[in-house]
DNA sequence: GCCGCACCTCTG
DNA sequence: AGAGGTGCGG
């Protein structure tokens, strides 16, 4: 495949498989083109990410990507004035420089695999069919306020209300011709400024917007952020507000530092807090705890069940969940859960759950996902009401576990479940 | 400390 | 009812 103004970045499949990576819920802000069926056989058989290209705003310019199975493929579209034959080769090599940081290139995908293999049976079972699942390093800001959308929420949604933020509260670095339906016009905006998102009004706006309850969270975050730390950019030769430098800074702080700052933020749970420190702030061993990776936990890791199938998700559930993955993959091991969190989202999305079931066919696998009686113990269909009244009594079964159930210390655990209270009880006292 | 409920909105 | 939760009050 060769593509005209692109260049291109010798990558197999197995360091990075971009439809999934870019759509599976970390980043909300990929666009996609389709291109036209052109009869071209050699195309219409390809992976759908040869048929796609993916396209982000950044500050300066907008990143254009496109994959075949060895090779990555790059462009950047910018702004007037357009870089001179001089420049723009300097300028693509900045692209290069953000792409191997955002994709975390250095990091070697495929020896991670198989060392999670080596130590977890249910990987291993899983890992040939969602190759190349990494974890993004996004920007800080920008995953702060994603996420704060996130709260009972899907990716389609949340993908609309970032979509909304740019349109409305950044202007658009560059308008374009669709480059197949030139009668389009596709206009790209930047991730707003804290500042910006700061303004009083913003919270009332974000409502009529459809924010929902998370309009107020997000305006106040901003505030918070502009209050401690500014609007002014102290660097001018940086693009970034001062609140922006300063949450990229929570890199250099030890996890547990780093997520007390994240969870004084409204909006910003334990769970948000650990996406964040994943996705944004290099923790690669921390795995945030959602519906998904309580259902993998209980369905192949042994982890006990909660009431009837409702998951209330308590502080020492979270903690338990979290420190039986890290015992089982290690150092990566957020990395390791995204690869099943990916994995299970991609095929619910089809026909049920690809690894919270253990049954055989997809009927039964759609059964299982809704957290139907009938999964695992047999019995027979009650209704959500009797269900409701029976659920103090009942325990999910226990799968055999693929590995022994490994004491944990209660030190830290109750360490760790009293953090989010703590941080957050103080924040209301200031 | 822990529990339970409300919260926006859309979808199956 | 539930969705990749969080804040708040008992």
């Not at 994959?67 to 900045?94: N, V």
């Not at 299982?368 to 959500?384: C, H, L, R, W, Y």
Request: hydrophobic share 35%; aromatic share 10%.
């Amino acid at each position: 495949m060769t593509l005209v103004g692109f260049k291109s970045f010798p990558l197999p499949l197995a360091q990075l498989a971009l439809d999934a990576v870019l759509k599976c819920g970390q980043s909300f802000r990929w666009s996609t083109i389709a291109f036209p069926l052109s009869g071209d056989k050699e195309l219409e058989d390809s992976s759908p990410s040869e048929q796609v290209e993916y396209r982000l705003c950044l500050r300066d310019r907008v990143v254009c990507l496109r994959q075949s199975f060895d090779t990555l493929y790059y462009r950047s579209i910018f702004p007037d004035p357009q870089p001179t034959s001089i420049t723009l080769p300097i300028r693509e090599a900045e692209t290069l420089k953000w792409l191997k940081d955002y994709f975390q290139l250095d990091v070697d995908l495929i020896s991670l695999y198989r060392e999670w293999g080596m130590k977890d049976k249910v990987f291993a079972k899983f890992r040939d069919r969602f190759e190349g699942i990494r974890i993004l390093r996004q920007d800080p800001w920008e995953n702060l306020i994603s996420f704060i959308c996130s709260s009972n929420n899907n990716i389609s949604r949340i993908t609309k209300m970032v979509q909304n933020l740019c349109i409305h509260y950044s202007s658009p670095l560059i308008s374009i011709k669709h480059p197949f339906l030139p009668s389009e016009t596709l206009t790209y905006h930047p991730f707003p400024t804290p500042s910006v998102l700061s303004r009083s009004g913003v919270a009332l706006h974000l409502r009529s917007l459809g924010f929902g309850y998370r309009a107020e969270f997000i305006q106040r975050t901003a505030k918070m952020l502009v209050d401690a730390h500014g609007i002014g950019c102290s660097d001018p030769s940086s693009p970034q507000e001062d609140p922006e430098l300063w949450l990229q800074g929570l890199r250099g702080l030890s996890t547990a530092d780093a997520r007390e700052e994240l969870l004084k933020f409204v909006g910003v749970g334990r769970k948000v807090a650990d996406c964040i420190l994943l996705m944004s702030l290099d923790k690669k061993e921390v795995i945030p705890v959602d519906t998904h990776v309580y259902q993998i936990a209980v369905k192949h890791y042994g982890m006990k069940g909660s009431y009837g199938g409702k998951t209330n998700m308590t502080p020492k559930l979270y903690e338990d969940i979290n420190s039986r993955f890290l015992s089982i993959w290690g150092d990566y091991a957020g990395w390791a859960h995204s690869v099943l969190f990916t994995a299970d989202l991609k095929f619910f999305s089809n026909y049920g759950s690809a690894i919270s079931s253990t049954e055989k066919s997809p009927a039964a696998t759609l059964h299982n996902k809704k957290n139907s009686p009938t999964s695992q113990s047999g019995s027979p269909v009650i209704s959500p009401s009797a269900r409701r009244k029976k659920r103090l009594h009942r325990q999910v079964d226990l799968v055999e576990p693929e590995f022994p159930t490994t004491p944990k210390s209660c030190k830290e655990t109750t360490e760790h479940m009293n953090l989010v209270d703590r941080v957050k009880k103080r924040r209301r006292n200031v």
